[in-house]
């Protein structure tokens, strides 16, 4: 009896392997699907952010201009490694971390911890800006006219660029996560039958004990 409940096991345990290799190319399917959107968010960005600031952008001069758009486009060229930086993230990702019992897919929606990732990639369009003064990264200095691309928990921390409003995410990256949360489901149910199965075994060990005593 114990073997089957070995060989249970260990079926449900392959099962949850393939699970997660199949979580891990719909990562990548995430991660590529980031990339259009991230150009194009940070091209507009950066464009409304000069058009709203006019008057700076006559003082900073028509140079000075081409060049931080030279910057902001290298930006935006580079935007796959950024996403690799952020996205990579070990512990954003419910396969790829050691805290499993958390919830990643309450209401469909992407998970915070994603989320603002993808607003740290945006956080490096601020620092480009800043140097001009478009955009405040400093909690000390620049612009007050707007809140600061800043992240600082306290004084201990160490400042972190980030873009501090609400961003909309692509349908198409939203229905990526949608398929990412429904594998979780199947591998959690799969743990669960695992503990049973467990479970199961150890109170059928110790009653065949009692039963031989």
Do not use: C
């Not at 409940?5 to 190319?25: H, R």
């Not at 419910?94 to 603002?116: A, C, T």
């Not at 660029?161 to 939203?174: G, N, R, S």
């Amino acid at each position: 009896m114990s073997e089957n409940y070995e060989v249970s096991i260990s079926d449900y345990e392959s099962a949850i392997n393939d699970v997660v290799s199949k979580m891990e190319e719909v990562r990548i399917r995430f991660k590529k699907a980031a990339v259009p959107y991230v150009k194009e968010w940070m091209g507009h960005t950066a464009r409304n952010e000069i058009k709203e600031n006019p008057e700076l952008a006559e003082k900073v001069g028509e140079k000075r201009l081409k060049e931080l758009k030279s910057e902001v486009n290298a930006l935006i060229e580079n935007a796959a490694s950024l996403i690799d930086v952020h996205l990579d993230n070990t512990t954003i990702w419910w396969h790829l971390n050691d805290q499993q019992d958390r919830s990643y897919y309450e209401n469909n929606r992407i998970p915070d911890d994603i989320e603002k990732a993808i607003k740290y990639i945006f956080g490096q369009l601020g620092v480009v800006l800043s140097k001009d003064g478009f955009i405040n990264v400093s909690s000390t200095s620049g612009q007050q006219k707007y809140k600061a691309w800043i992240e600082s928990g306290n004084k201990y921390m160490d400042e972190k660029p980030i873009f501090p409003y609400a961003i909309i995410i692509p349908k198409e990256m939203k229905a990526i996560f949608i398929e990412y949360q429904t594998l979780i489901k199947s591998a959690q149910e799969k743990i669960k039958t695992i503990e049973a199965l467990k479970k199961e075994q150890k109170q059928t060990e110790v009653a065949a004990l009692w039963d031989s005593l």
